[in-house]
């Protein structure tokens, strides 16, 4: 009767572990089902990839014959987005293959056979032979850049449409009561003069009858005006207040300007015929905030025929890279206290529109030249990027405007990018 109960409960264990097992393999079916348009990769216990399929080997970069035998973690998963280490023993994969858990992990970094990396979602379950022991792991994963920066590229256009909606809005209700100040400050300032000139002659009516004793008491009375209101003072300031006046109407008139062109550069998604140079003036006025306590700012515009383009699209890249030659520069201005310098030239050459933004920030450092323009990859502190905007950036000119973006740079000097556009498009 012992023999028979604890047979039973032998018995019962093992139907409780065959049950786990067939829950955790439909747990993993089920997963892999979700992703069966997904690159799959195999390891054996070792780690090693013993199968990959074309999709795998197409997001990677590798041919079957390269990759078959590597380690995987070591070829693909083995540093963080920042480029440090990332240890084998805290890899999903490795506790897949350890203890028989299945992990799904959102957001991972994979690395192509480049060097250049990419954010990925994917799931990894262990395999298991007749005997149900371990023998590897599988892992199936997406490459989440495309779709991110898509996402990216989105937000980012329509916080621009919103700024846009919100520079026309601005710029028309300043408009009209700025036109009122302008004209009467003008206006002022010539009734002024005018008054000046009667009041001179008023002076000298004044000292021609000051002999006579018959106005002493006028001429008293007008000199003690005169002292009160120091009409010496205001001969001699008067015109200085209304010309600075006049200057401060003339940059707001500008600044209303450029916000009503900023605001109609990006209210169209067609390609239109435009002045380079224009756009460049407007985006400035826009990003003027992002620059200013940091840099003093220079434009050398060359003599630019018309270019086909979104006109949107040029100016959010003008503002993402000059934002960013602040944001360089204000890390050296922390180091050195001194202001740094932007400057922004356009020409042409070869059938190109060139434009060329420079800084005097800390420059690129060699090790990470090659990501800059990756997806998510940014050196900058937490909360400053995201590091959308030079993929952006690279999407909007390369893909859209097929044009050019690269860049120029030397550490603790500075940095040059260049945007090429072609000045005639299909």
Not at 77 to 82: L, V
Not at 105 to 132: E, L, M, Q, Y
Not at 162 to 181: D, K, M
Not at 211 to 216: A, E, P
Request: glycine residues 8%; negative net charge; proline residues 2%.
């Amino acid at each position: 009767m012992v023999d028979e109960t604890a047979d039973i409960k032998s018995l019962q264990k093992k139907i409780a572990g065959l049950l786990e097992t067939l829950k955790q393999v439909n747990y993993q079916n089920s997963m892999m089902l979700n992703w069966v348009n997904g690159a799959v990769i195999t390891v054996d216990r070792e780690g090693r990839v013993i199968q990959a399929n074309k999709a795998a080997l197409t997001a990677l970069g590798w041919t079957e014959e390269e990759f078959i035998g590597r380690h995987q973690h070591d070829t693909i998963h083995h540093s963080q987005e920042d480029g440090s280490e990332y240890p084998y023993d805290f890899c999903p994969e490795f506790a897949a293959i350890e203890d028989g858990s299945s992990h799904h992990v959102n957001g991972d970094v994979f690395w192509h056979k480049d060097g250049t990396s990419f954010s990925a979602d994917f799931i990894v379950c262990p395999t298991r032979n007749d005997s149900n022991e371990i023998t590897g792991a599988v892992m199936t994963f997406r490459n989440l850049t495309e779709q991110r920066l898509q996402e990216a590229k989105r937000i980012q256009s329509m916080k621009l449409e919103s700024i846009g909606e919100l520079a026309a809005g601005i710029a028309h209700e300043i408009n009209t009561p700025i036109q009122f100040i302008g004209s009467n400050i003008s206006f002022l300032r010539d009734s002024f003069a005018d008054l000046l000139q009667v009041i001179k002659a008023y002076g000298r009516l004044r000292d021609e009858l000051r002999g006579s004793t018959r106005y002493d008491e006028v001429i008293k009375d007008i000199i003690n005006i005169e002292e009160t209101a120091d009409i010496a003072y205001l001969e001699d300031e008067a015109p200085k207040a209304f010309a600075q006046t006049i200057d401060g109407v003339a940059r707001v008139t500008k600044l209303v300007l450029g916000l009503k062109g900023f605001a109609h550069s990006g209210a169209s998604e067609n390609m239109s015929e435009v002045d380079i140079n224009e756009i460049i003036t407007n985006s400035l006025i826009v990003c003027h905030n992002a620059y200013k306590y940091v840099a003093e700012l220079a434009t050398e515009f060359g003599d630019l025929p018309t270019v086909k383009v979104y006109p949107g699209d040029i100016g959010q890249v003008i503002i993402n890279l000059v934002i960013n030659a602040a944001h360089a520069i204000a890390e050296q201005k922390e180091k050195t206290g001194a202001m740094g310098a932007i400057k922004i030239r356009t020409s042409h050459d070869n059938g190109m529109a060139v434009i060329a933004i420079s800084d005097t920030g800390g420059g690129i450092p060699e090790n990470i030249r090659q990501r800059v323009f990756d997806p998510f990859f940014t050196t900058k502190k937490v909360g400053q990027g995201s590091g959308q905007g030079l993929a952006i950036c690279r999407t909007l000119i390369h893909d859209k405007h097929r044009g050019e973006i690269s860049f120029e740079s030397t550490v603790d000097k500075g940095t040059t990018f260049y945007i090429r556009l072609p000045l005639h498009q299909k």
